[in-house]
């Protein structure tokens, strides 16, 4: 969650990792800081707030070194401030850490350095860490942290800088994502590849429980018991470009307009004329028929991707799927055996509750799905089988094209597991996959709808509360829908079956309340939710309608405003209906003036509980 950067080579350090931190704030954070080895001592220098704060003051103080480390902080141990920010030093400013993660035995390690005399300056769990490298210390600095780690319980990615031997940093990963970057005379090491791209493409993908000794020259991989590990560097095939704005106001903007191409590319090589080809996914016929249930299990976006998964999968292969939030579901002793498929959805890869629910699964002998946007990911890496969704790099804190792509997957899988249960030929089947060779068109419609959007934006400006309503597959859509208003515009929304409005939540209408209704699903479904919006507009309510452009007359008659997208294969509405409600979301909160890309108290990779 928090953001890593570190160096050492030949030239200033500070200005790289600034750099490097700068590329990272789309993880979100409160806090920032920097700690540089200037040939005598470390030096640090961490504020609240955001870079530019810490910027500010290196302008008037400048740091000097070729050694260092950055951090930025999201809170989890100890309210924002200069004193729980990053690094975290020792008593004599000999060893500074750097940590993403949370240590779930640190009160108790705590205690134990309090009664050997050390003393504590912040509320962290970090400050602990490197309080007992220094008291595992007995000359080599590699050594005392296999010693302090093995010791610690909980997630870390760690970063270690000393003045006993500056010529090198200790990296450590255990749960929590980091990346070492190769280059001459000088290797880098970050949370997360954009810090790196500017001064290399080569990267070591560190494994779980990896322990890395970087000096300027050479990257040593061990495991913790100082087994060498060999690895082959990974090579970064995107550009910085792709992780800067490309002209666009906002990330989040750019990535909305992205959404056709990452269609394209989700499904590109995998839905063909032969069938579909999942190269990472291979599930044979015999093993789906033993399938008895499926669990899709995410947390934020993702899972309401899933809950579009359960729909698709459910209505075309009448396979039972149950989704599950992955923060309750590992504590919900959930039925899991070696009949179970169980599919993970994680943008990042690293989403800590999910990779935690995953695990569970797998040892009650689960099969393991990972649908995922990075390679080399934790869940990728631990899973039976993967799906890719090749959405690129994803920078604004509310997702979007990873939404998208991980909505296409659902589809892939679905018309996957017709294959597998010799639906394949039927006219239903048939009908879903022409729909995906055309979503990528209906995106690019949707897009158009712009400028209509904008002026709907308006009604949003001065609202406190919202309603998102829907049936089916729409609902989902709403969930999805309203937690991208709620994550940018700060408005408080709530999606709700629209059924479920006149029981209970109808009585929160009055008039002028704003309603947006999904209705995309044609058929009996639509008819029952326009008799839902007539209701709603019975107490008042405005209604801002989401239809098929065939379905405009029957709409116009109930709706007060309404957004039509082309006409589509009813399961195949997802992708154009929700760029138009992220769409909404974003215009929205720039009309309340929010901080679209990094939403308050938010962030982009959740690696912690």
Known sequence: MCGIVGYIGEKQAPAILLNGLKKLEYRGYDSAGIAVFDGNKINVKKYKGRIQVLEDKLQVSPLQGVAGVGHTRWATHGAPSDE?????????????????????????????????????????????IVHLIDDCYKGDIFDAVLEATKRLKGAYALVVLNTFEPDKLIAVRKDSPLVIGLGQNENFIASDIPALLEYTKKVYLLDNDTYAVVTKDSVMLTDSEKNPITKEPFEVTWSIDDANKGGYEHFMLKEIYEQPTAVINTLRGRLNTDGINLDDFKLTKEQYDKIKKIYIVA???????????????????????????????????????????????????????????????????????????????????EADDIIYTLAGPEIAVASTKAYSTQVICMYLLTLKFA???GLGATKEIKNLTEACKNIHIDAEKALDKADNIKKLAGLFKDASNAFFIGRGIDFCLAQEGSLKMKEISYIHVEAYQAGELKHGPIALLEEGTIIVALCT?????????????????????????????????????????????NNCENSASVIPSVILLQMLAYYVACQRGCDVDKPRNLAKSVTVE
């Open 84 to 128: 729980n920010s990053h690094p975290h030093t020792n008593a004599d400013s000999s060893i500074c850490v750097v940590h993403n993660g949370i240590i779930e035995n640190y009160i108790s390690i705590k205690n134990e350095l309090i009664n050997k005399g050390y003393k504590f300056n912040s509320q962290t769990d970090t400050e602990v």
């Open 299 to 381: 947390c934020g976006t993702a899972y309401y991707a899933g809950c579009v998964g359960k729909a698709l999968i459910e209505k075309y292969t009448r396979k039972p799927v149950e989704t599950a939030i992955a923060s309750e579901f590992r504590y919900a002793d959930p039925i899991v055996d070696e009949n179970t498929l169980f599919i993970a959805v994680s943008q990042s890869g690293e989403t800590a509750d999910t990779l935690a629910s995953m695990r569970l699964a797998k040892n009650k002998k689960a099969r393991v799905l990972a649908i995922t946007n990075v390679v080399g990911s934790s869940v990728a890496r």
């Open 419 to 421: 294959d597998l249960a």
């Open 521 to 565: 699903q044609r058929g009996e479904l639509f008819e029952k939710t326009l008799s839902n919006i007539k209701e709603a507009k019975a107490r008042g309510a405005k209604v801002i309608a989401i239809a098929q452009q065939d379905d405009k007359k029957q709409v116009e008659e109930c709706c007060d405003y309404a957004i039509y997208i």
